[in-house]
């Protein structure tokens, strides 16, 4: 509450809690429609990690002996409990949810400090121990409602996540999971023999993305311009990210179309537009001069592309977040703007 | 076809809350007397002028009171004729709060004008001789820093493509150079002929912002005629007036680092520095008044002012209509960059362009500092483009390695960083410390520097003078050998000996071992 001791006296009315609110409020389109394609389950998993993530800042806050309302304000833990959420398959159970959560909120961002000094993007490092700890609930994907005999509403959705009433749930929710795009390309490429055969192996494809996942990822995209638009994010990460990203898939699909799907495929399925828009934008844990952006967005977009062909997992924004982060004090080492009246 | 290369800066600040409006509603109000005078011995930038008056001493209007001392330095003459009442350290407009030498000055009312040195026909002069008329007449940049005009005119031959009049007056709130083009256009043209004569400049440009069309129509029609001159009026961005931003903004070239305007040809100077300089030449009046701009929503009545060098700032404001109750604060310069006055009564000196009366508190001003998240806002506006957010990093960690690395001194304090940081953090408050600690290190160590010079050049010479002696030593010794061969010698020491012996000393100390003592 100091006053201010020197210029300037002019305030601009900026402030975090904005910057957060904003970011929350480009992904309320993603939330209609995810809720729209695959059920109310991502409200659930939403609000519990939302509620989690601030008990355990509260927490952590006491612990540190830091204010508390300042921080539990500021919506930045609101921000990393959606984009946790959104990494997640729908219907995952309850725990899932909160340990990811508290590994986010506890051992990625106050641990290491709090807000603004935390290396990895909380979100993603939270997603990437569930991915590795409990791979069955994450690879459990929710079919598109438009897929299922009976659409799932929101008991349904409670039931499964909160596993009330026993193993029911559990069959339940196999009979209402399928493989993601990437996963059936991935798995059925070498099977098939080509691109178009894996394409037609399952109702799970739509027009270019996947079936229902095309429409959030056009969600994320409007919501991203949003962004943009009003200046909380540059343009940098996001166009090298994707830039990068679709230059890999078409160079490779120009090279064997019958391996390699298009790059549209790459660009609209998985994670790759939320990656780009929210996630990879995170300003704490991403380069900080433009020309680093544009090294930072594009080495992302590269790594998504090898993970997805080559790695292990189907899909890889996550591990190439987190990769690039390590990268960020190199980048940032080499790539300061050129300041007025230096020579380059 | 236009002779220029508009062109943006970096970063900047666009739609900024101007309330130019609130003091451009009346004309520059008229000159008036105060109580007393205080005029600090330093106006700006560089050393403290040198008096050449005594307490006590009866001067006249623009009579000399102090002159220049040193490179950086601007001559102090009296605002009115009277008495001079003090010579002492007196509390003055700087960011530091601290006191500073001032003369004092009692009116005594007459306001009677001493001898006027001006020049009949100044473009038929010799360039040496209006330098001259400037250099006395202590003009220094009306504009903010207060650099001494004649330092910048001094361009001993070198080659000026560009004179460019810096009219931007970027800063919300202040209108004393709109309101100056307004009134007296037709003053300032002359001091532009004059400037482009002395400097023998190929060309004028007058830069300004979109927002004073009223002023850039009366520098039009002053200016009509005048060959290769133009006005270019460009959209309103902060800071489009610091004279590296502006140079850019007209000419499309930076000032390379370390070097200055003239470097590429140019000649900066702000638009009330021209009108100042073609007082001093065709009047012969010394710098002692200026325009001020008094304004603000604490400020009863917001408008210009001429006012003397050394009115105190009370005094300006109770002419000025007087404030509101309840101002929270006053403040000298503008919004962006001025500095919060330690109490009112210091002086207006040369570079003091606004008194900004505030009577609300920013309400956001109130929020907590969280911290940096990096979003890189500030490199965004920051038009030195610096990484403002690595520069707070550092000074925190009191890098001061670091800093210099990331150019902690080519950052301009401009505001814009501070301004739209999310986390609300006094950015350029941190810079101005780690900038001023800094400077304060070199010191020490541009002393500590200085005691190892004295502590080698005492060792040296100590080890000359031990040399020395050593061979003064090696000289007497040479003699005392060649007297050793001496018989008559011999036999006194022989002599001697045998008497110390007697006296029951063991052994005669020998002339060598004696002269060895230090």
Same mark, same amino acid.
């Given at each position: 509450?100091?006053?201010?001791?020197?210029?300037?006296?002019?305030?601009?009315?900026? +402030?975090?809690?904005?910057?957060?609110?904003?970011?929350?409020?480009?992904?309320?389109? /993603?939330?209609?429609?995810?809720?729209?394609?695959?059920?109310?389950?991502?409200?659930?998993?939403?609000?519990?990690?939302?509620?989690?993530?601030?008990?355990?800042?509260?927490?952590?806050?006491?612990?540190?002996?830091?204010?508390?309302?300042?921080?539990?304000?500021?919506?930045?833990?609101?921000?990393? /409990?959606?984009?946790?959420?959104?990494?997640?398959?729908?219907?995952?159970?309850?725990?899932?949810?909160?340990? *990811?959560?508290?590994?986010?909120?506890?051992?990625?961002?106050?641990? %290491?400090?709090?807000? *603004? %000094?935390?290396?990895?993007?909380?979100?993603?490092?939270?997603?990437?121990?569930?991915?590795?700890?409990?791979?069955?609930?994450?690879?459990?994907?929710?079919?598109?409602?438009?897929?299922?005999?009976?659409?799932?509403?929101?008991?349904?959705?409670?039931?499964?996540?909160?596993?009330?009433?026993?193993?029911?749930?559990?069959?339940?929710?196999?009979?209402?999971?399928?493989?993601?795009?990437? !996963?059936?390309?991935?798995?059925?490429?070498?099977?098939?023999?080509?691109?178009?055969?894996?394409?037609? +192996?399952?109702?799970?494809?739509?027009?270019?993305?996947?079936?229902? *996942?095309?429409?959030?990822?056009?969600?994320? =995209?409007?919501?991203?311009?949003?962004?943009?638009?009003?200046?909380?994010?540059?343009?940098?990460?996001?166009?090298?990210?994707?830039?990068?990203? *679709?230059?890999?898939?078409?160079?490779?699909?120009?090279?064997?179309?019958?391996?390699?799907?298009?790059?549209?495929?790459?660009?609209?399925?998985?994670? /790759?537009?939320?990656?780009?828009?929210?996630?990879?934008? !995170?300003?704490?844990?991403?380069?900080?001069?433009?020309?680093?952006?544009?090294?930072?967005?594009?080495?992302?977009?590269?790594?998504?592309?090898?993970?997805?062909?080559?790695?292990?997992?189907? !899909?890889?924004?996550?591990? /190439?977040? =987190?990769?690039?982060?390590?990268?960020?004090?190199?980048?940032?080492?080499?790539?300061?703007?050129?300041?007025?009246?230096?020579?380059? | 076809?236009? #002779?220029?290369?508009?062109?943006?800066?970096?970063?900047?600040?666009?739609?900024?809350?101007?309330?130019?409006?609130?003091?451009?509603?009346?004309?520059?109000?008229?000159?008036?007397?105060?109580?007393?005078?205080?005029?600090?011995?330093?106006?700006?930038?560089?050393?403290?002028?040198?008096?050449?008056?005594?307490?006590?001493?009866?001067?006249?209007?623009?009579?000399?009171?102090?002159?220049?001392?040193?490179?950086?330095?601007?001559?102090?003459?009296?605002?009115?004729?009277?008495?001079?009442?003090?010579?002492?350290?007196?509390?003055?407009?700087?960011?530091?709060? #601290?006191?500073?030498?001032?003369?004092?000055?009692?009116?005594?009312?007459?306001?009677?004008?001493?001898?006027?040195?001006?020049?009949?026909?100044?473009?038929?002069?010799?360039?040496?001789?209006?330098?001259?008329?400037?250099?006395?007449?202590?003009?220094?940049?009306?504009?903010?820093?207060?650099?001494?005009?004649?330092?910048?005119?001094?361009?001993?031959?070198?080659?000026?493509?560009?004179?460019?009049?810096?009219?931007?007056?970027?800063?919300?709130?202040?209108?004393?150079?709109?309101?100056?083009?307004?009134?007296?256009? &037709?003053?300032?043209?002359?001091?532009?002929?004059?400037?482009?004569?002395?400097?023998?400049?190929?060309?004028?440009?007058?830069?300004?912002?979109?927002?004073?069309?009223?002023?850039?129509?009366?520098?039009?029609?002053?200016?009509?005629?005048?060959?290769?001159?133009?006005?270019?009026?460009?959209?309103?961005?902060?800071?489009?007036?610091?004279?590296?931003?502006?140079?850019?903004?007209?000419?499309?070239?930076?000032?390379?680092?370390?070097?200055?305007?003239?470097?590429?040809?140019?000649?900066?100077?702000?638009?009330?520095?021209?009108?100042?300089?073609?007082?001093?030449?065709?009047?012969?009046?010394?710098?002692?008044?200026?325009?001020?701009?008094?304004?603000?929503?604490?400020?009863?009545?917001?408008?210009?002012?001429?006012?003397?060098?050394?009115?105190?700032?009370?005094?300006?404001?109770?002419?000025?209509?007087?404030? @509101?109750?309840?101002?929270?604060?006053?403040?000298?310069?503008?919004?962006?960059?001025?500095?919060?006055?330690?109490?009112?009564?210091?002086?207006?000196?040369?570079?003091?362009?606004?008194?900004?009366?505030?009577?609300?508190?920013?309400?956001?001003?109130?929020?907590? @500092?969280?911290?940096?998240?990096?979003?890189?806002?500030?490199?965004?506006?920051?038009?030195?483009?610096?990484?403002?957010?690595?520069?707070?990093?550092?000074?925190?960690?009191?890098?001061?390695?670091?800093?210099?690395?990331?150019?902690?001194?080519?950052?301009?304090?401009?505001?814009?960083?501070?301004?739209?940081?999310?986390?609300?953090?006094?950015?350029?408050?941190?810079?101005?410390?780690?900038?001023?600690?800094?400077?304060?290190?070199?010191?020490?160590? &541009?002393?500590?520097?200085?005691?190892?010079?004295?502590?080698?050049?005492?060792?040296?010479?100590?080890?000359?003078?031990?040399?020395?002696?050593?061979?003064?030593?090696?000289?007497? $010794?040479?003699?005392?050998?060649?007297?050793?061969?001496?018989?008559?010698?011999?036999? $006194?020491?022989?002599?001697?000996?045998? &008497?110390?012996?007697?006296?029951?000393?063991?052994?005669?100390?020998? &002339?060598?071992?004696?002269?060895?003592?230090?």
């Amino acid at each position: 509450m100091s006053k201010v001791a020197s210029s300037p006296y002019l305030d601009g009315g900026y +402030s975090l809690r904005g910057v957060m609110l904003q970011v929350l409020l480009a992904l309320v389109p /993603a939330y209609l429609v995810y809720v729209w394609q695959f059920g109310p389950g991502i409200l659930i998993t939403t609000l519990l990690a939302m509620t989690t993530g601030l008990a355990a800042e509260a927490l952590m806050l006491r612990v540190r002996q830091r204010p508390l309302w300042p921080f539990l304000s500021d919506g930045s833990v609101l921000v990393t /409990a959606a984009l946790l959420t959104l990494a997640l398959p729908p219907l995952v159970p309850w725990w899932v949810v909160v340990i *990811g959560t508290l590994f986010a909120v506890v051992v990625a961002k106050q641990l %290491y400090g709090g807000l *603004g %000094y935390n290396p990895f993007n909380p979100a993603m490092a939270g997603y990437v121990v569930l991915l590795i700890s409990f791979p069955l609930e994450l690879t459990r994907w929710s079919a598109p409602q438009s897929l299922l005999a009976d659409p799932v509403g929101l008991v349904d959705s409670l039931n499964m996540i909160f596993g009330v009433g026993g193993t029911a749930p559990v069959l339940a929710l196999d009979a209402l999971t399928m493989a993601t795009p990437l !996963d059936q390309m991935k798995v059925q490429i070498p099977l098939l023999g080509s691109v178009e055969a894996a394409l037609a +192996s399952s109702p799970v494809f739509g027009a270019i993305g996947g079936q229902g *996942g095309e429409w959030v990822v056009g969600a994320y =995209l409007l919501g991203g311009l949003y962004l943009l638009w009003r200046r909380v994010i540059n343009w940098h990460i996001p166009v090298a990210l994707l830039v990068g990203l *679709g230059l890999m898939a078409g160079l490779f699909h120009l090279l064997d179309a019958a391996r390699y799907p298009d790059p549209l495929f790459h660009l609209f399925s998985g994670a /790759a537009m939320i990656g780009a828009f929210f996630i990879a934008t !995170d300003p704490v844990s991403a380069a900080t001069s433009n020309r680093g952006r544009l090294i930072y967005g594009a080495g992302i977009g590269v790594m998504i592309y090898l993970i997805r062909t080559w790695g292990g997992y189907p !899909d890889g924004v996550a591990f /190439a977040v =987190l990769l690039m982060n390590m990268l960020v004090p190199l980048i940032d080492y080499y790539t300061p703007p050129r300041v007025y009246g230096h020579s380059s | 076809m236009s #002779l220029l290369h508009e062109q943006d800066f970096h970063g900047g600040l666009r739609g900024l809350p101007e309330h130019k409006e609130l003091s451009t509603g009346q004309p520059i109000g008229e000159l008036f007397m105060p109580s007393r005078l205080v005029l600090p011995l330093c106006q700006g930038v560089g050393a403290e002028a040198e008096p050449v008056v005594t307490v006590g001493e009866r001067v006249l209007k623009g009579q000399l009171l102090a002159q220049a001392k040193g490179s950086l330095s601007t001559a102090l003459h009296a605002p009115t004729s009277g008495q001079v009442s003090a010579i002492e350290p007196r509390l003055v407009p700087h960011p530091s709060g #601290l006191p500073a030498r001032c003369i004092e000055l009692v009116p005594d009312g007459e306001d009677r004008w001493g001898e006027l040195p001006r020049l009949a026909d100044p473009l038929s002069s010799p360039p040496e001789v209006i330098q001259a008329v400037i250099v006395a007449a202590g003009l220094a940049g009306l504009g903010g820093a207060g650099f001494p005009t004649a330092v910048k005119l001094g361009v001993q031959g070198r080659p000026v493509k560009t004179l460019l009049i810096n009219a931007a007056e970027c800063e919300p709130y202040i209108t004393c150079d709109d309101m100056l083009m307004r009134e007296r256009a &037709a003053a300032i043209a002359e001091g532009i002929q004059i400037l482009r004569h002395l400097l023998a400049a190929g060309q004028v440009v007058v830069a300004t912002e979109d927002n004073k069309p009223e002023a850039a129509a009366a520098m039009s029609r002053a200016l009509a005629g005048l060959p290769e001159c133009e006005i270019l009026s460009f959209p309103t961005a902060y800071p489009s007036g610091g004279e590296k931003q502006l140079i850019e903004l007209a000419l499309g070239k930076q000032v390379p680092y370390g070097g200055l305007p003239l470097d590429i040809g140019v000649v900066c100077l702000n638009v009330g520095t021209v009108y100042a300089v073609r007082q001093a030449v065709m009047a012969g009046e010394p710098l002692i008044s200026r325009i001020v701009t008094v304004t603000g929503d604490g400020a009863n009545s917001p408008g210009n002012y001429e006012v003397l060098i050394g009115t105190p700032v009370n005094e300006l404001v109770a002419h000025a209509g007087g404030a @509101t109750d309840g101002v929270e604060r006053c403040i000298m310069g503008g919004p962006m960059m001025g500095f919060m006055l330690p109490n009112d009564r210091v002086p207006v000196i040369k570079t003091t362009n606004c008194v900004l009366l505030m009577q609300t508190e920013v309400p956001a001003v109130q929020q907590p @500092t969280m911290p940096c998240i990096r979003c890189g806002a500030c490199a965004d506006v920051c038009p030195a483009s610096l990484l403002p957010q690595q520069l707070y990093w550092y000074a925190r960690a009191e890098n001061s390695e670091k800093l210099e690395h990331y150019q902690l001194f080519d950052c301009i304090e401009c505001g814009c960083c501070s301004y739209v940081c999310p986390s609300r953090i006094p950015l350029v408050q941190y810079y101005r410390a780690a900038k001023g600690e800094i400077v304060e290190q070199q010191a020490a160590r &541009a002393a500590a520097d200085i005691a190892r010079q004295r502590t080698e050049f005492r060792a040296a010479r100590l080890a000359a003078e031990k040399q020395q002696r050593a061979e003064r030593v090696a000289k007497k $010794k040479a003699a005392l050998k060649e007297q050793g061969s001496n018989p008559e010698a011999d036999a $006194k020491k022989a002599k001697i000996a045998e &008497a110390m012996k007697r006296v029951g000393k063991l052994e005669a100390p020998s &002339a060598e071992s004696a002269d060895e003592q230090p």
